[in-house]
């Protein structure tokens, strides 16, 4: 534990002066970003990123993996690897070349991911291509986009938009099967 203390103490001392000044505190090394504050913006990020504050925003291509915590997450840049992302509200915006799991109340995804993707949401919207599964969790869910793979939906109120389409087996799990219709161009039988 003594040596816990004393490494967390030496990474704060060159950081606390950064934190006074700008609100942000931001930590590099060996290719890795650590970025914090009430409003954490990425920059460019050659390693992973992990970053946490209310608002975060990755304005810059990722070229690893991105690990976001916040109030509202926004990612407005490519992200190289995978994303991890817990908040109130999730806005992906730019290509994930890895999976992606989103944790939060209100997630939206409107670029494409390569890898899986699990949601677990309140109120979630997928409209981007998914090339791997998709675990999509939420009270209310739209899916408008194709997934390659697997899907399984568990939701209170599910809506199938035109863009939708599952090339593997679509699984639901709802209280009331007969008010949810999927549309035969979703999952052919």
């Known amino acids: 534990m003594r040596h816990f203390l004393i490494l967390a103490a030496a990474l704060a001392l060159p950081v606390a002066p950064a934190l006074a000044d700008e609100g942000t505190s931001r930590l590099t090394i060996g290719g890795d970003s650590y970025v914090a504050g009430s409003d954490a913006v990425s920059g460019a990020v050659t390693g992973d990123l992990f970053a946490a504050g209310s608002t975060v925003t990755v304005d810059q291509p990722v070229?690893?993996?991105?690990h976001l915590a916040g109030r509202r997450l926004a990612v407005e840049a490519p992200v190289?690897?995978?994303?991890?992302?817990?908040?109130?509200?999730?806005d992906v915006n730019s290509a994930i070349t890895g999976g992606a799991s989103l944790f939060g109340s209100e997630v939206v995804v409107n670029a494409p991911v390569t890898g899986n993707i699990r949601i677990f949401g309140a109120d979630v919207t997928l409209s981007a291509p998914v090339e791997g599964a998709a675990l999509l969790t939420g009270s209310k869910l739209r899916l408008d986009a194709p997934i390659s793979g697997d899907v399984i939906i568990t939701a209170d109120d599910v809506s199938f938009g035109s863009e939708a389409t599952v090339a593997g087996t679509l699984t639901l799990y709802v209280d009331d099967a007969d008010e949810i219709t999927v549309p035969g161009r979703v999952a052919p039988a």
Do not use: F, M, N, V
């Open 63 to 66: 070229g690893g993996t991105a």
């Open 80 to 90: 190289a690897g995978g994303l991890y992302a817990a908040g109130y509200s999730i």
